[in-house]
Structures are given as structure tokens and as C-alpha cells.
């Protein structure tokens, strides 16, 4: 039973474009909700996180949205650059407890 | 300063044999926790341990994982009687106190590969 879903496996944008990755959630409970970005052997980093009051989360290039009444999330990067050629995760919690659930990945590739 | 670091970065055994994984987490970080990500899946959480509390081992998926944490630092992960279905990518990560209502951010280790033959 996956409670993060993230539906697309990989995306492909040309460089200076939007890339939108999509996350769609199941458990109404979840309160905060967290990206993070996956170069091949490396750990996950954390990179743009909103909590549920908010709907919008605004970090320079990476935009966060929640839409709570449809559970979903995206991630918006604009403009797109090569080096965001990543799998990215999306993940979330309740209680803003440490126990985050994760989506299985999209994988990113922004051609150049 | 260095970040979480995990060994071996690979390891290959077989079927029944035990292994250890270790992770050394960021200084300071008093929260460490165990997560895996099985082929095509998202990162599972296993355990977590924070100061001297209880670790939380409700992620654990049988008795044949346990983990430990010594002296509030180093983590080890280890797997008894593995099985091909334990072959994943196991990654620790650590973050600073965490207090109820706030979540603070984990940062991750690159991982230990373990395949089982």
C-alpha cells in the first residue's frame, strides 16, 4: 500500500524550460511534506520542503506546490539546467514526524 | 565538515550468511536513522535512533534485522541469515535533535549496495 505515489518513472526537458515532477499522496493525516534530489551513488539530498498550512514553497529556481484537497504536490524548476539530471523523491510525514514516506522516484534528465 | 559516510559501499554474499553495515553519522547529529530502497522502490524506513531513547524499530521487517548505536554515534545495521529478497541499497542518514512538531532535515549517507547470491 503506497502512500506516495509519484506516477511518472522519468521526465525529459530541454534546458531553460519548466520541469514539473508530480507526487500524489493517500493518508490525509500527512502534514509535511519534503523533496529530495538523488545523484547516482550518492545519498538523497534534501531540497525544498512546504508544510501543509502553506500551498506554495519558493526556493530560488524550485518551487513547491501542495494542492491538500486533491493530495498532490509538484515540483517546479525553472529554468531547467543539466545538472538537475536526477532522480528526484518526494516524501512526507505526519505529525512533521521524523519518519518520512517515500514516493519510488522520477528520474530527471534536462538535455542540453 | 564530512558528511554521513556508510561502508562498505558494496557488499556481495551469500544466501544464509550475516552481514554488518556501518554508518558514521555528521557530528553533533544526535538523530540516525536506517532507511533501504529495494529495486524500482522508494526508500523504506527501518529504524531510527535519537540520544539515549528507545530506538524506534517499528520499520524493521523481521528478526533477523537488528541495529545498534554506540556511545551516541557510529550505527551499525546488521542482517542475519540473509536472504535475496534483503539485496537493496541500505542508507543511513542523520539530522540534529528532533522535537515533536518539527521535523528536522535529514541529511544521507551514499549508501551500502548489498546484493545477496
Known amino acids: 500500500d503506497q502512500q506516495v505515489k509519484q506516477n511518472s518513472p522519468s521526465l525529459s526537458v530541454q534546458e531553460g524550460r519548466i520541469s514539473i515532477l508530480n507526487c500524489d499522496y493517500t493518508?490525509?493525516?500527512?502534514?509535511?511534506f519534503l523533496w529530495y534530489k538523488k545523484y547516482p551513488a550518492e545519498g538523497p539530498t534534501f531540497l525544498i520542503s512546504?508544510?501543509?498550512?502553506?500551498d506554495k514553497n519558493e526556493d530560488g529556481r524550485f518551487t513547491v506546490f501542495l494542492n491538500k484537497s486533491a493530495k498532490h504536490l509538484s515540483l517546479h524548476i525553472v529554468p531547467s539546467q543539466p545538472g538537475d539530471s536526477a532522480v528526484y523523491f518526494c516524501?512526507?510525514?505526519?505529525?512533521?514526524?521524523?519518519?518520512?514516506?517515500f514516493g519510488s522516484g522520477t528520474r530527471l534528465l534536462v538535455r542540453p | 565538515g564530512a558528511g554521513v559516510s556508510q561502508s562498505p559501499s558494496n557488499k556481495v554474499t551469500e544466501k544464509g550468511k550475516d552481514v554488518e553495515l556501518r554508518c558514521d553519522p555528521i557530528?553533533?547529529?544526535?538523530?540516525l536513522y536506517w532507511y533501504r530502497q529495494s529495486l524500482g522502490q522508494g526508500l523504506e524506513f527501518l529504524i531510527y535512533?535519537?540520544?539515549?531513547?528507545?530506538?524506534?524499530k517499528s520499520g524493521l521487517p523481521s528478526d533477523r534485522f537488528s541495529a545498534e548505536r554506540t556511545g551516541g554515534s557510529v550505527s551499525t545495521l546488521t542482517i542475519q541469515r540473509t536472504q535475496q529478497e534483503d539485496s537493496a541499497v541500505y542508507l543511513c542518514?542523520?539530522?540534529?535533535?528532533?522535537?515533536?512538531?518539527?521535523?528536522?532535515?535529514?541529511?544521507f549517507g551514499p549508501g551500502t549496495r548489498l546484493t545477496v547470491l
Open positions: 542518514a542523520s539530522s540534529l535533535l528532533t522535537k515533536r512538531g518539527y521535523t528536522d532535515t535529514q541529511y
Open positions: 493518508n490525509s493525516m500527512f502534514d509535511y
Open positions: 512546504i508544510s501543509s498550512i502553506k
Open positions: 516524501a512526507a510525514s505526519r505529525d512533521s514526524s521524523y519518519k518520512l514516506i
Open positions: 557530528s553533533g547529529h544526535t538523530a
Open positions: 535512533f535519537q540520544g539515549n531513547s528507545a530506538p524506534d
